[in-house]
């Protein structure tokens, strides 16, 4: 080997070192730069759900905003999820409590807005599943159609905003649910007044029928007049008891009436479809 093919292959293999061996400051920067790649893609990752999920914002008392994601609305509740909760449950808001609805995508409200088919504010529900392990579900009726129910329950005032309330939505799917009752609410308030004013006509009526006024009391037995209490100073007429027992009456009607009114109606659903759809009519019926 000559002595300048020596230098040739020595200069070779030193570019070639040089190119395969950074020196200790660029293996340095090599990997502050991949870790300061991974920071960046891990903040990407963990705000991406968080950018994705923040698409519409609900406005109360004209300065407080809450993002959120509107999976219904109709013309007086707003169904949502929370956009900062990863897994948020469902909730329900009446619309009084919003100043202004804020949709990302426009197009999506009109999808979304729905015409509420019924009010069922006035249902009373107890859901008991088929897991023995859960609890017996107890709210009132949102929705309801042929394979699934939803259940508002748990109405809690918004953090710091004393005036504005939510309540949880529960869905629960027909083979999920092992019996279910209901009653109601205006039916057990309407039985309960019945009640009253029965007891308060029977009971007046009643004492008319029974009681005499009672006599001022004078030195109890003599000239033949009949014996009374000495401290009884404002004798009672025939009215005025009759209106006592009238009262007493009328409180035993109430509570009665709301008794008979507040029965619940029963159904052994365990999770079979047919016999949640032949409870449907039963409960809808009841809305009027």
């Known amino acids: 080997m ?26 340095i920067q090599f990997s502050f730069f991949h870790f300061s790649f991974f920071i960046v893609a891990m903040a990407c ?15 109360f008392e004209g ?5 959120v994601v509107i999976e219904e609305e109709n013309e007086y509740e707003v169904i949502y999820r929370k956009a900062d909760w990863v897994n948020s449950p469902l909730y329900v808001i009446e619309k009084r409590f919003i100043t202004e609805i804020n949709y990302l995508d426009t197009l999506e409200a009109a999808k979304k807005f ?12 107890w859901v008991k599943p088929l897991d ?10 949102l929705h309801m159609d042929d394979t699934m129910l939803m259940v508002r329950h ?5 953090e710091g905003k004393p005036k504005i309330r939510s309540e949880l939505v529960s869905v629960i799917t027909y083979d999920q649910i092992q019996k279910l009752e209901y009653r109601k609410r205006s039916k057990m308030r309407k039985s309960a007044f019945i009640g009253a004013a029965t007891g308060l006509v029977a009971g007046t009526l009643t004492g008319l029928l029974l009681f005499n006024d009672t006599p001022a009391c004078e030195n109890s037995g003599i ?10 100073k404002s004798p009672l007429t025939r009215v005025e008891k009759s209106l006592i027992l009238g009262a007493g009456a009328a409180a035993g009607g109430f509570v009665t009436g ?30 009027n």
């Open 154 to 158: 748990r109405g809690s005032f918004m």
């Open 45 to 59: 990752c963990l705000l991406a759900p968080a950018r994705s999920m923040a698409q519409d914002t609900l406005l």
């Open 2 to 27: 000559t002595p300048r093919q020596s230098t040739l292959q020595g200069t070779l293999l030193s570019r070639l070192f040089r190119h395969h061996h950074p020196n200790a400051s660029s293996g």
């Open 63 to 67: 300065k407080w905003k809450l993002p």
């Open 114 to 125: 729905k015409s509420r088919p019924f009010d069922g504010s006035n249902i009373d529900l």
């Open 258 to 287: 709301g008794m008979i009114g507040g029965v619940r109606i029963k159904f052994t659903i365990g999770g079979n479809k047919d016999r949640y759809n032949q409870a449907i009519p039963h409960i809808l019926r009841s809305l």
């Open 223 to 232: 000239d033949g007049k009949p014996p009374c209490d000495p401290n009884l």
């Open 132 to 141: 023995s392990n859960t609890v017996m579900l107890r709210g009132r009726l």
